[in-house]
């Protein structure tokens, strides 16, 4: 069964370090980020403009090696948004274009080339009939546009029920998808998801320098205004969102701050800077 943070859509140690930026404002919260072996990185959402036939909704790639579809949908709702839900083909392309390059992709190994692409807002329900029953979205409605990939949904796969959607092509990168179950295991692992916001979400703060040595982290970031007041948090694994401050909230008057900490022994995790206030 699914669980995950309810959303309304009308309105890890050892050198791999994890960095979150976010910037909240009004009490929306916003994800960007950069990661030092490639697990966390996230570019500048894209708009679907209403101009254009679109909702004007915002919709942004982030790459997270390893990460399970509950914990994506869960970081994606405390991102401010929620996993990308599709509806039409130029929504489709739109929210695939944020994920096409080869860092969301996961490449097999053998002669299929079969590529793992992100995880998308999509889930079946219990007990539904396999393997193309029950197919909902997370913001409640029921598919009515699909883009499977051929031979797809099967179902099942080696036993387990795959009820989660994502991205996924025999071929090249393409906005095909797949059905798969949420912990899958480091030889299929996801590489990211596609988050989806209903307005713009604020500038985040834009992480510039990150590194671990000797026990040593030290993160380094761009102020989003004049002046701003910043915190520094951790949380044990993506997706959860019991986010604790390990660093005093100060206010560095400065185009480019620097923070520094002595990591505890195996710790592990993910680190993100937010700003509490700017101006």
């Not at 009939?129 to 031979?151: H, I, L």
């Not at 590194?211 to 102020?223: D, P, R, V, Y």
């Not at 604790?244 to 909230?249: K, Y």
Request: aromatic content about 12%.
């Amino acid at each position: 069964m699914k669980t995950f943070s309810t959303i309304n859509k009308t309105r890890p140690h050892n050198q791999r370090v994890s960095v979150l930026a976010s910037l909240v404002v009004l009490s929306l919260a916003v994800v960007a980020g950069v990661m030092v072996d490639g697990v966390v990185e996230a570019a500048p959402p894209v708009e679907w403009p209403v101009a254009a036939g679109g909702n004007g909704h915002y919709y942004e790639g982030v790459c997270v090696t390893g990460i399970t579809w509950t914990a994506a949908s869960n970081a994606a709702v405390e991102a401010g948004g929620y996993l990308a839900t599709i509806t039409s083909s130029n929504e489709n392309q739109v929210a695939f274009s944020t994920v096409n390059t080869n860092r969301f992709w996961h490449l097999l190994s053998g002669a299929s080339k079969e590529m793992i692409g992100p995880w998308l807002g999509g889930y079946q329900l219990p007990n539904s009939v396999e393997p193309a029953g029950g197919w909902v979205w997370v913001d409640g409605p029921a598919f009515s546009y699909t883009s499977w990939d051929r031979s797809e949904p099967t179902g099942f796969a080696q036993g387990i029920d795959e009820n989660s959607l994502q991205y996924h092509s025999h071929t090249n990168r393409a906005p095909t998808w797949n059905d798969s179950w949420d912990t899958l295991p480091a030889v299929w692992y996801c590489y990211g998801y596609v988050v989806e916001y209903n307005q713009k979400p604020p500038q985040a703060p834009t992480v510039t320098s990150i590194s671990a040595t000797n026990g040593i982290l030290s993160l380094g970031w761009q102020q989003v205004g004049a002046s701003a007041s910043y915190q520094v948090e951790s949380v044990a694994s993506l997706g959860q969102t019991n986010w604790l401050p390990i660093a005093p909230t100060n206010q560095w008057p400065v185009t480019t701050n620097i923070w520094s900490s002595l990591l505890a022994t195996n710790e592990s995790g993910f680190f993100r800077v937010k700003a509490l206030w700017t101006y």
